[in-house]
């Protein structure tokens, strides 16, 4: 769902969207193995399938515009990360999924300024993201054999990233 209105030379867009997460696998041996990830799994995190936006926008000139933009993510692990087999790159390294982790949530600020270029534009980006239940490579040593190493995926508490994207575009020919 998204609302926009112009009110004032100032362009508001408040959306609000809702996902729903499903994977299921069937291993095809003799054992036949089911995996299944669905997020929410339950109604006691419904609300983690809510994400909302919030963009305004004022052109300061006919050629500068500044813009603010509030939003709500999501990274899901992939199937790679989820299922629980072991995978070996050489006789020390092995990789093995993880079912039990969930997906990441990311907020994010951003305050853009653009200014528009006879052959292109200029977009200066200050931003601000904060990572929750962070999808990060954990690896540790086997327990049966130190010498060897297992990689898998957990979910860290949280990540904070602050900084600045300065992109140029510049046409060179028509």
């Known amino acids: 769902i998204n609302y926009s209105i112009k009110h004032k030379k100032i362009n508001y867009m408040l959306g609000l969207r809702v996902e729903n997460s499903f994977y299921t696998a069937t291993v095809t041996n003799k054992e036949n193995k089911h995996f299944l990830y669905s997020y929410p799994s339950s109604m006691a995190n419904i609300f983690n399938s809510l994400f909302p936006s919030i963009f305004i926008s004022k052109k300061l000139t006919e050629k500068k515009e500044i813009q603010f933009n509030v939003t709500r993510k999501i990274n899901r692990p992939n199937f790679r990360q989820f299922l629980p087999f072991i995978t070996a790159s050489d006789l020390k390294n092995y990789s093995i999924g993880n079912p039990s982790i969930t997906p990441e949530f990311i907020n994010s600020l951003e305050l853009n300024y653009n200014q528009y270029l006879k052959r292109g534009n200029f977009l200066l980006t200050l931003f601000f993201r904060n990572s929750e239940h962070v ?3 954990y690896t540790y040593p086997l327990s049966t054999d130190s010498s060897v190493l297992v990689t898998t ?9 602050l900084g600045i994207d300065n992109t140029i575009k510049h046409t060179l020919f028509k």
């Open 153 to 161: 995926t957990i979910n860290g508490k949280q990540a904070n990233s």
């Open 135 to 137: 999808l990060t490579q």
